[in-house]
């Protein structure tokens, strides 16, 4: 959801098979989601192991947190979270853990790409690098998003920063 958002503050298209529009069919636009569409769950032809998860997903983030599931795009019900922490060392020695998942990521990053790709991406390692160019560039915001946060501070009472 949250990169759809940005897609559609930024009026850019999101790739297919992200949603469908408001009758079921496969959209591009990244409003449909907001005019009544529906996120669809990952996995292209394998759609019923995303369907799970999401699921699943949906109960720890939202059920079990008290803040309901994901019925209404614009509604309170899309800020539940869940959390949860592992003491690696309670299952495994927490060196043997490190050395392994080391060994894991040289597999990942060493295979070779699907066609059309540069490299394997582990989870989190794009978000990684955003944070690094972010560390030195600064975080973009689009107008809308801007103008949005100018109007709340203006409602709060709050000095807008300068940028």
């Not at 559609?8 to 069919?25: C, F, H, M, N, Q």
């Not at 614009?74 to 927490?94: C, E, Q």
């Not at 582990?122 to 990684?128: D, L």
């Amino acid at each position: 959801r949250g990169k759809i958002n940005v897609a559609a503050a930024r009026g850019e298209s999101i790739p297919t098979g992200w949603l469908v529009d408001k009758e079921g069919k496969d959209t591009t636009d990244p409003r449909a989601l907001a005019n009544g569409g529906a996120l669809l769950p990952f996995g292209a032809d394998q759609a019923h192991k995303g369907y799970g998860l999401a699921f699943v997903v949906e109960v720890l983030s939202g059920l079990l947190t008290g803040i309901g599931f994901d019925h209404d795009p614009g509604g309170f019900s899309n800020d539940g979270a869940f959390v949860a922490g592992f003491a690696v060392d309670r299952f495994r020695l927490l060196q043997e853990f490190r050395e392994e998942m080391s060994d894991f990521v040289t597999y990942l990053k060493d295979s070779p790409p699907a066609e059309g790709y540069n490299e394997i991406l582990y989870p989190g390692e794009i978000e990684h690098r955003t944070e690094q160019q972010r560390l030195v560039d600064g975080i973009p915001i689009e107008v809308e998003t801007w103008s949005s946060l100018a109007g709340l501070c203006e409602r709060l009472g709050v000095t807008m920063p300068r940028v």
